[in-house]
C-alpha cells in the first residue's frame, strides 16, 4: 500500500512512501512528487473549500487545487479563529470490552494508588539549590528496594507572583505525592517566594510520613542533611514490595510530540485503544495538550459525560484560546516547523490527529493545570502543548506511565516511565534507544488488534518493572508552566 484514503468523506490522500510524479495511486495520477505523510487532492477542490482529511475539515484551500496535486502549506491554510460557538450534542457512551483479568506488578499506596516504581524523588523549592538537589540524589546509591534516587531540578520558585508562583508550588506539592515516588526529600533555601511551610501545607498529611524537607540556610550542611534524609526514607521503603494488582490501577498520561503525518494514523489511534482499555477497566486516561484539540474540540465536547462536564471542556477550551489572545498570537499558531516538515499542515488536522489519542471514552472529569485527576475514565488536563511542560503536568495529574507517541523522535523522559511509541517503522529501526514501541507495524501490515494487545503487554511490563527507554538512558527532568511576570 502506497497511499491511504483515511476517510470515505475525505478530498485528500496521505502518500505512505515518497511518490514521483505521474504515479497512478488511490485512482488519481499525480501532477508531482509526493513526500512521504505529505497530502495530495483525490478531486478537483475550489479556492476557499474546505479541504477534508480524518472525515473533517482541515482548513481552506487557497486557490484551486487539481486532482492529483500536492496538498500542503502552499495552498492550505488554516480556518481556525477566536470566538467559535459551541453545542451539546451528547453521544452514546460505547461499548467498551472489559477484561477484569489483566494485572501487573506495582506498590500499592496509602491512599489507594499505585506505583509503578519505587524510587526516592530529590525536589527543591527554588532554582537556587538545584545543584544542592543533584549533588545529594548522586552521593546516595540505590537498593534492592529503592529503585532510584532521581532529583528534579527547575530555575523558579524565587521572584515568583501570582499563577507563577501557584504553578510551581502546586507541581513541587503534586509530585512529592506521586505514587511512584516511595519516598520524597524536599530542599529549600529560605528566603524564596515559594516558601516550604507553605508548600507542606498543601501535601495530604497521609503522605507525610515518607516525606523529609530542611531548608539549606538553617542547617550546617545541606548535603549531609539530605544524605540523612534519603537514608531515613531508604529504611522505610525497605518493607515495600511489589504485589499483583488490578489494571484499573494503572493511571496512564497520554501525549504526542515530534508529529508526523502518520501519528495520527497509526501511533495515535493506537494509543486511543489503551485509552479504552484502561477506561473500561475503571482505570484513569489523562489527555492534555489543549491547543492541540483546537479544530476539533467540538468531538471532545460531544463525549462529555454529562452537561456539566460539557460546560468544563468548553471552559478550558475558550480560557486556553484567551491566553493566546490576550498575548496579541493567533489560536492558530501551530504546527511547529517539524510537524509540517512531516506533512502536517494546519492545526486543525494536527488536533484531529491528536486528540484519537483519547479514543472514543466518555469524558468524565476536567481538571486545571497541577491539579490531581481523581476519576476513572477519561479525564481533560489544562496544560499547553510543550512535551516537558505537558508530560511534567500529566506527571503531577497522578500518570504513572506516560504513552508519548513520536513521528520524528525525542528521547525526552520525565519521572515516571515514558513509553515513547512510534508511528512508523523507519524512526524505530533508525531510533532504538529513544523507541519503546513501533505502530509503524500496523502500515507494515500487522492488524491494528494484534498491534493494539502488543502494545498493552508492553505497558504491563513496564508497569511491572521493566525499563522504558528513557529509564535505561537516564532521561528524567520536570519542566513547569511560566504566564506572568518575574520580579
Known sequence: MSALQVHANDNVGVALTDLDAATQVLGVTLRHAIPKGHKFALRAIARNEAVTKYGHPIGIATQAVAVGEHVHSHNLTTGLRSGDQ??????????????????FEGYLRANGQAGTRNEIWVLNTVGCVNATAARVARACEASASVEGIHAFSHPFGCSQLGDDLDYTRKIISALAAHPNAGG???IGLGCENNQLSRL????????????????????????????RSIHDLMEIMSQDKRTTLPASKLALGMKCGGSDAFSGLTANPLVGLMTDRVTALDGRAILTEVPEMFGAEQLLMNRAENAEVYAQTVELINQFKDYFTAHNQPVSENPSPGNIAGGITTLEEKSLGAIQKGGSAV????????????QSGLTLLQAPGNDAVSSTALTAAGANLILFTTGRGTPLGFPVPTIKIASNSGLAERKPRWIDFNAGAILDGTPLPDVADQLWQTILDIASGKPACNERNDYREIAIWKTGVTL
Open 184 to 186: 520524597v526529600v524536599i
Open 363 to 374: 469524558v468524565r472529569d476536567v481538571i486545571d493545570y497541577g491539579e490531581r485527576a481523581t
Open 86 to 103: 459551541y453545542h451539546y450534542a451528547p453521544l452514546a457512551a460505547p461499548e467498551l470490552a472489559r477484561d477484569p483479568n489483566n494485572t
Open 200 to 227: 507542606l501545607e498543601d501535601i495530604d498529611p497521609i503522605f507525610h510520613e515518607r516525606i523529609r524537607s530542611f531548608t539549606a540556610q538553617e542547617v550546617e550542611d545541606e548535603e549531609a542533611s539530605g544524605m
